[in-house]
């Protein structure tokens, strides 16, 4: 079983300001099958991206994302007013077993 | 445009069963693995069941392992979930959702989720 664990658990900023969310593994995560999720209240996930780097169709190219192994991180350049909202980070392919983190809320300061 | 319609949440109490269905439209259904992730309330996101395009491949999370069953109907656009021996602590919002990558097993990530059924397990 991996063990996805995300910090901050909450991250206070204001509109404009680069946010950096973090994933860490408890173990490598095969060829960087790491994805991340945006959600917000009421409504449901939203793929943000995959393959640790890869934006998913229609997401704008503030929000990256990047590493590999058991370390990765989740990187929103310039905060919009409809950022603000929980982010998972999700590990897939390299079992027959997928996991979420825990989540990390992004509000505003 | 795809849409993904969940239904068969409620009330039931512990021991008893629930099937959800979730109804599929605007993509080629039987060309995709689909998902069950369910959401306690206030809490994160638990994945619960994956089976591939032609369910050849499954797989639960070891929480639900051997009470819940995946099934699809490839001609009726249509997934399922068959919760046997429900718990409490299987309350939560569970969501269908549609896998990413064509024609393999369905350990990928998933691009478009429905909005949810409300499973409620209570006596």
């Known amino acids: 079983e991996i063990v996805l664990t995300q910090s901050p658990g909450t991250l206070s900023l204001s509109p404009g300001e680069r946010a950096t969310l973090s994933c860490r593994a408890s173990?490598?995560?095969?060829?960087?099958?790491l994805a991340w999720y945006q959600q917000k209240p009421g409504q449901a996930p939203r793929l943000l991206i995959y393959?640790?780097?890869s934006r998913a169709t229609g997401i704008p190219d503030r929000f990256s994302g990047s590493g590999s192994g058991t370390d990765f991180t989740l990187t929103i350049s310039r905060l919009e007013p409809e950022d603000f909202a929980v982010y998972y980070c999700q590990q897939y392919g390299s079992s027959s077993l997928i996991f979420f983190g825990g989540g990390t809320k992004v509000e505003i300061k | 445009e795809v849409q993904l319609v969940e239904s068969g949440g409620g009330l039931v109490q512990p021991g008893r069963s629930l099937r959800l269905s979730c109804a599929a439209s605007?993509?080629?259904?039987?060309?995709?693995?689909m998902h069950w992730v369910r959401q306690a309330p206030g809490k994160g996101l638990e994945w619960v069941s994956g089976?591939?395009?032609?369910?050849?491949?499954?797989g639960y999370a070891d929480s639900v392992k051997g009470r819940f069953t995946i099934s699809r109907d490839n001609a009726k656009n249509s997934l399922y979930l068959q919760m046997n021996s429900l718990r409490a602590e299987d309350t939560a919002l569970y969501y269908c959702?549609?896998?990413?990558?064509?024609?393999?097993?369905?350990?990928?990530?998933?691009?478009?989720w429905g909005q949810g059924t409300l499973v409620t397990v209570s006596s």
């Open positions: 605007g993509f080629t259904f039987d060309d995709y693995a």
């Open positions: 173990q490598s995560v095969s060829s960087s099958y």
């Open positions: 393959g640790a780097s």
């Open positions: 959702a549609k896998g990413r990558a064509i024609l393999t097993g369905y350990s990928h990530p998933f691009d478009y």
């Open positions: 089976i591939s395009w032609n369910s050849g491949s499954i």
